[in-house]
């Protein structure tokens, strides 16, 4: 652990830091473009001079490149340093084109907050600026080369970190060019991240295209609920319309990035055929007619048909808090079944998996990527969780050896147009050379191959890739609760009638299944059946818990309110010049806060909150904080 | 005058393989690859003093001993023959006249370091340099002097050339080896150093042609005998000089180290043309400062160049006559580098072009006093750049500022450029 002196601040750092991230770690921010903490050193920009005062080597150095020592102490305000920083924001504003009021990045633009921060503002460059010709590389990225400052972070990560070989560098000297070979869409499915690493407006996110700024925008920490890995994302709002999703960094997790799936898959929340409003029967009304209509005909439904041949069901896409509070329901109303899978094999297989690991054998995509062996069993990642197929790559560039075992749709993800890594084929897990390896990871789907991996001894970790962001949660409340899956329920004949919760249960539920009630934010083929329908809130409108599949529980919060987004209001309505208490469309309430009126309207006493008994641990989860494991530490 | 990288030449052809063997080439291969260790090879390059011939001067025995011998894989040898430093053009009559020299110099460096599989890595347009060294391995080969189990020596080792896609770039040791691995042409990060982390992960050692041509001598002589050839006693060798500019005769001519700049320029190239005086020249290549007339008595050697404020460099040799505008001079060497820069680092990529148009608006009579101060703070800040291309460009411009300020001064004052319209040439 070397010591260090920074700017008279003593500074005790692991082996192998470089000086910029010893400053960072005592708050001083050196200045830096090419540097990223996921790419690691370049050298390029040169505007992370420091001096060396003492130590080797001496002088003005670049602190991204220079790895701390013991004994060395480092002046980042000395006047040659500062100098140097000086020219090459002057350097670098030689060409950019300062056309910030009309870029995206104004306002969240590193290059902006490091030249004013360096007190740049005077011009001696009088000559021509140099200009590119942009290039069209589809539906969610804009290019603008004219103010690339040429750090080469685009074409480090989409090559280098991310694998895509379709854009890179080309040119030379000032005529440096990031792009791809012709227009077209970027094939990488990792390609947004260049948004978010782009230290100034080269490549901006096109969905959200001259919406809004920064200091605009509706921002909260959140969970990204488009597979079962939970990737930390910062998804940002504006006048109730659902903009952009950002990566947000989770060592544990994600790392820096987030798939595209993740940034671009958001459109349903905004989305006009959004269930806003409440519906008895096709007709809108209001939240309180729809709860009375509901308790009136649960009741008589328990009435007529017992409440054994009721099924309350959750979802693996439901937060914790709405499927405990299914649960609850279940509980209230007696209901003979509740279902959080509806597939028989799913559920078993989820309840299986997640219920055998621990937390020593579960693995993170941190220990993914620091993985020596990885074993790819009967999934395909890269259609699966991106996210888990970049996992992998990172272990593969540090040498860690890749196995498929089994064919199984694994064979598209490995020889698609970019490879993520190198595999090898083995025909089994038995034949895998696990002794061989110190930091071995199973990679498994939730089928019968996975769950025979689990049979093999630990020292290997496993990492599942499963059926939605809360499947783990709903596995562990399904085993905890004794639920069924829906179709084991259906089977049995029992059931006739059903209220389910944000579920996408299949369009061949039987006729003769009366659907009571459906509360759900996505128009699914269940809200064009359900009798009565209840709209919830997307989970960037309300705060709430996911279960990740390696068990990991985290705190998701609201990021904006419900509400028809401005730009959807008819033309009546904008400007809105009626005074009302409540934004339109704006009825959308968390599904577990429906479940909780329903039950007090049905005469429920004294309601505890969702996370409360054994879940009481989570209520202190802070979404900033890494979450929390769920998993017990057995054997 | 004893020569030692041109003593094979003819004025008009490329030497053959069987006039070569006949005046004792490939002998001091045969030599070393039977009766010599390794080890001795190096020895007899670090006692000749030799030092390279690519521009830095780098003690090339030295640079050898870097390689460490314990690891294991492969180790690689290249020779870089990507000169394009404006002036220099020293490889390619060497190349043109005697490739097999080369070619024994590289077998003896790859025995020296136990290295079975060496690079040439020559220059685009070098085609028939290229020609010339792709005969000469063949038939080296067919003679059983490369191949393995050489002269039953029980050594190994391949030869390939490598034809650069072509940036001046690609001279800078990590850059080509960036590039002979198919990547961007690049410099890389130091350290690791190449001796240790150098072609495909594994140590390297890159070595001028010139430097390796050196070799066949010094183990065919021995290194007191090589190291004598110099004109005083802190040189060692002969040096391929490369003359261009206003002098009655331009070529590339082997001369003593040591040999001072007027006795060049006097002797071998005749003097300066008819109606031309010698105003200034780039000693070393256009990446270094420039000498004035006060600098004719310098003795041409590394080490006392650098004494004199400029560099030994690659030893080519541009003369500047009284007529010469020094900024237009400058400017035009600065648009070279400017040109070439790879383009991977800020100092380099846009500090250079500002260079150039600030020299571009004095040489137009648009300057302004403050430029001065702009150009000398470049001089300063381009030192903080990636590698060596960058600082090396600014040589010309911290020659031109320190020697010649009246004249940028002049530029300014007037307004235009004095020299415009006078130029004879």
């Known amino acids: 652990m070397p010591k260090l002196i920074i700017d008279t601040i003593a500074v005790e750092v692991p082996e192998g830091t470089n000086v910029l991230e010893a400053a960072r770690s005592v708050g001083i921010v050196i200045p830096h473009f090419c540097w990223h903490p996921a790419l690691g050193k370049a050298g390029a920009c040169r505007v992370c001079a420091v001096k060396i005062l003492e130590g080797t080597p001496k002088g003005v150095q670049m602190s991204c490149m220079l790895p701390a020592q013991d004994g060395m102490v480092v002046s980042t305000g000395d006047e040659e340093a500062v100098a140097l920083r000086r020219s090459v924001i002057e350097w670098l504003m030689i060409n950019h084109p300062h056309d910030c009021p009309v870029c995206d990045e104004g306002g969240e633009c590193q290059l902006q907050d490091f030249t004013i921060a360096g007190g740049h503002s005077i011009r001696r460059y009088d000559g021509r600026k140099r200009t590119y010709i942009n290039q069209y590389l589809g539906p969610y990225i804009e290019h603008e080369m004219n103010r690339c400052i040429q750090c080469y972070r685009c074409a480090r990560f989409y090559q280098e970190y991310a694998g895509g070989t379709d854009f890179g560098t080309m040119g030379r000297a000032a005529m440096i060019y990031f792009g791809r070979q012709q227009d077209g869409q970027l094939e990488s499915p990792f390609s947004g991240n260049l948004v978010d690493i782009c230290p100034t407006g080269v490549f901006t996110d096109k969905t959200a295209r001259f919406r809004a700024r920064y200091w605009d925008y509706d921002m909260a920490p959140s969970v990204c609920p488009h597979c079962s890995l939970g990737c930390n994302t910062i998804p940002a709002a504006r006048y109730r319309e659902l903009l952009k999703v950002m990566a947000r960094r989770n060592d544990a997790i994600n790392g820096w990035f987030i798939c595209d799936r993740g940034r671009f898959s958001n459109a349903a929340v905004n989305t006009p055929e959004r269930p806003r409003q409440p519906l008895v029967d096709g007709q809108e009304v209001d939240w309180n007619k729809a709860l009375d209509t509901l308790a009136e005909r649960l009741q008589k439904f328990l009435e007529i048909h017992g409440p054994e041949s009721l099924a309350i069901v959750g979802s693996p896409r439901m937060s914790m808090e709405g499927n405990i509070m299914a649960a609850r329901l279940r509980d209230f109303l007696k209901a003979g079944t509740l279902s959080y899978f509806e597939d028989t094999e799913l559920n078993r297989r989820t309840l299986e998996a997640t219920g055998r690991l621990t937390r020593d054998t579960s693995a993170s995509l941190a220990d993914v990527r620091g993985a020596d062996l990885v074993a790819i069993i009967g999934c395909d990642p890269s259609e699966q969780s991106p996210m888990m197929a970049l996992a992998i790559r990172q272990a593969w560039r540090k040498g860690a050896r890749v196995f498929r075992v089994e064919s199984g749709r694994s064979e598209a993800g490995d020889t698609g147009i970019s490879p993520l890594y190198e595999s090898s084929h083995a025909d089994s897990v038995a034949s895998l050379p696990l002794a061989e390896a110190a930091r071995p990871v199973l990679i498994c789907g939730t089928n019968e191959a996975g769950l025979e991996a689990l049979q093999i001894t630990p020292p290997a970790k496993f990492a599942f890739l499963l059926n939605g962001p809360n499947a783990f949660g709903c596995a562990e409340l399904a085993a905890e609760q004794g639920a069924a899956s829906l179709a084991e329920a259906l089977a049995a004949g029992t059931i006739k009638g059903v209220v389910a919760f944000e579920t996408d249960l299949a369009d061949d539920l039987p006729d003769n299944i009366q659907v009571l009630a459906t509360a759900d934010w996505r128009a699914t083929a269940l809200v064009e059946r359900a009798e009565i329908v209840l709209p919830t809130t997307a989970w960037v409108e309300m705060d709430g818990t996911f279960i990740n599949n390696e068990g990991r529980a985290q705190r998701f919060k609201q990021v904006m309110h419900p509400g028809l987004p401005i730009k959807g209001l008819t033309p009546e309505l904008h400007p809105p010049h009626g005074f009302r208490k409540t934004a339109p469309g704006s009825e959308p309430t968390p599904a577990w806060q429906w479940i909780e009126l329903l039950m007090s309207r049905m005469g429920a006493q004294s309601l505890d909150a969702p996370l409360s008994g054994h879940w009481e641990r989570l209520k202190q989860l802070d979404p900033e904080q890494g979450g929390l494991s769920v998993l017990h530490e057995r054997n | ?425």
């Open chain 2, 1 to 425: 005058m004893e020569q030692v990288l041109f003593r094979h030449n003819h004025p008009d052809r490329m030497v053959s393989l069987e006039e070569y063997r006949l005046e004792g080439g490939f002998e001091a291969w045969a030599k070393a690859v039977r009766a010599m260790s390794p080890d001795e090879v190096q020895q007899a390059v670090i006692d000749s003093g030799l030092r390279g011939r690519g521009g830095a001067g780098f003690p090339t025995g030295k640079k050898w001993s870097f390689v460490p011998r314990d690891l294991p894989g492969p180790r690689y040898l290249i020779c870089n023959c990507d000169e394009m430093e404006p002036g220099t053009y020293k490889d390619r009559v060497l190349l043109e006249k005697n490739p097999y020299l080369l070619v024994e110099g590289m077998a003896l460096a790859a025995y020296a370091l136990q290295v079975n599989h060496a690079f040439i890595f020559i220059r685009r347009g070098y085609e028939q340099a290229a020609h010339n060294l792709r005969q000469a391995i063949d038939e080296a080969r067919r003679a059983g002097l490369l191949g393995s189990n050489i002269l039953a020596g029980g050594f190994s080792l391949e030869l390939d050339l490598h034809q650069s896609a072509g940036r001046y770039i690609c001279g800078e040791e990590t850059a080509l080896m960036n590039a002979l691995e198919g990547l961007r042409a690049n410099p890389r990060a130091k350290p690791p150093f190449p001796a240790i982390k150098g072609l495909w992960g594994q140590p390297t050692v890159v070595n001028n042609v010139e430097t390796l041509a050196n070799i066949p001598a010094i183990i065919e002589r021995g290194p007191a005998w090589w190291k004598g050839l110099a004109a005083i006693p802190e040189a060692a060798g002969t040096k391929l000089f490369c003359i261009s500019g206003h002098v009655q005769k331009t070529e590339c001519i082997e001369l003593p180290l040591g040999i001072t700049l007027g006795e060049i320029i006097d002797g071998p190239c005749g003097g300066m043309r008819p109606g031309s005086s010698f105003k200034a020249c780039i000693p070393g290549g256009a990446s270094t400062p420039y000498f004035t007339s006060d600098h004719w008595q310098v003795a041409m050697d590394f080490d006392a160049v650098a004494k004199a404020g400029s560099r030994l460099g690659t030893g080519g040799i541009v003369v500047f006559d009284q007529n010469t505008c020094m900024v237009g001079a400058t400017l035009n060497l600065i648009r070279f580098f400017a040109r070439e820069s790879c383009g991977w680092c800020t100092p380099c990529r846009e500090g250079l072009p500002f260079v150039q148009h600030i020299l571009e608006r004095i040489e137009d009579g648009l300057g302004r006093p403050e430029d001065i101060d702009i150009l000398r703070e470049h001089v300063q800040r381009l030192n903080y750049a990636f590698c060596a291309l960058a600082p090396g460009a600014m040589g010309p411009v911290e020659g031109l500022l320190r020697l010649f300020g009246d004249e940028l001064d002049e530029h300014i004052a007037k307004g235009k450029c004095p020299f415009k319209g006078s130029r004879s040439h």
